[in-house]
């Protein structure tokens, strides 16, 4: 039996009959007009016979008392004896009672076609179908580093809600509103939150905030503003933090993050005397935070610089006459401090608690490959020399410009 995928060349033919004549007649006429013409080995119906040759495909149109067609005929055998099967044909004289004449038009190589059509596609593919890869193996890290944040969301209590690792353990907890909130605090570094999951609070959430301190960390918006009375209402809230207004927690970044949970407020400030949220002092706080950071920019003259990077200024010179490095948590708390020559086997010990580092030594590209890869967000430095690709997660702060 002939299998299509075997076939290697096409024929292509044209005829013309004087007179009407059927496909039938031009296929017995091919069979028995070439007969015998190149001996036993080229004869068409042993070829069929054996798989070597195909079907033979035969298009006809008749008009004013003539026939014109196309004939197409799949071959495996190789192109020579393809060339001479195909030379055959034009010697045949007759269909049925008609006159005719045969002209090859051409001999097709399907493989040469194929390998046209791949290549053509292949462009297509090329162009079209691949995503941009113009990247660098630090924007590989980081997504795995964020990814493997985001995995360390736990379910707390029969409620299941999302919450982060170490809600259990820490002694102070955030109750944000929904899992996207939970997974943007994880992702810089903030472990201790746990979602409410809507207006109406979990027996998990009441019985945590008896047993640790609750901060209501909440969009700035009027849904926020709900949960936060309810939590007030059922649940020991020991402080709030201030979202800024029309903004979602889990769309905000570390700085806007830090701020409002540093400034956090006590929960019976935010009451009026009735014991109802008293949404108008929250907003006027907002502001007033938002008006004490513009006071300070124009004080020290750095516009760039959030509150929580000028915790630095501290630091700084103690880091320098000591010629120590410290280890710092996602709030800038001193969490460990090294000699600074020993600052890249210490990083090798640490743990997701680091946030950040300031170090009184210049840090080449070794150094902050390091410190990336330890999933360290921050580094404060005197210089940074040699600096060929610098990592997406970690801010790069001169200390000299502070």
Known sequence: MYLSETTKYQIHANFEAEGIVEKSDVIGAIFGQTEGIL?????????????????????????????????????????????????????????????????????????????????????????????????????????????????????????????????????????????????NLLRYGIKNAIAVEGTNVPASIIELCEKKTATAFMDGDRGGDLIISELLQVADIDFIAVSPRGKNVEEMTRKEIIKPLRNKIPAELALTTEGRL?????????????????????????????????????????VREQNIVKFLSVTNETISEFPSDEIEAALKKTDDNISG???????????????????????????????????????????NQL
């Open 39 to 183: 001996g036993d080995d080229l004869d068409l119906r042993d070829l069929q016979r054996s798989g070597r040759l195909g079907r033979i495909d035969v298009r006809t149109e008749s008009r004013k008392g003539q026939t014109k067609g196309e004939i197409t005929i799949y071959s495996s055998i190789d192109k020579v004896e393809t060339a001479l099967l195909a030379a055959s044909l034009e010697t045949i004289e007759r269909v049925g009672p008609c006159a005719s004449r045969f002209a090859i038009r051409n001999i097709e190589d399907i493989r040469i076609s194929k390998r046209k059509l791949i290549i053509s596609r292949a462009k297509e593919l090329l162009t079209g179908s691949f995503e941009e890869c113009d990247f660098d193996t630090n924007e590989i890290l980081d997504e795995i580093r964020e990814h493997s944040r985001i995995e360390k969301v736990i379910e707390y209590g029969p409620e299941k809600l999302p919450s982060g690792p170490n809600v259990v353990d820490s002694d102070a907890i955030i109750v944000v509103e929904g899992r996207a909130d939970v997974i």
């Open 278 to 318: 008293d949404t108008n002092m929250l907003s006027l706080h907002s502001e007033k935070m938002k008006k004490e950071r513009e006071e300070e920019k124009k004080v020290n003259n750095e516009p760039d610089l959030p509150q929580s990077e000028k915790i630095l200024r501290g630091m700084m010179k103690e």
């Open 357 to 399: 580092i300031v170090t009184g030594r210049t840090v080449d590209q070794n150094l902050l490959d390091l410190i990336a890869m330890r999933k360290i967000s921050l580094i404060a430095a005197p210089d940074f020399r040699d600096i060929v690709k610098k990592p997406v997660s970690v801010k790069l702060m001169k200390i």
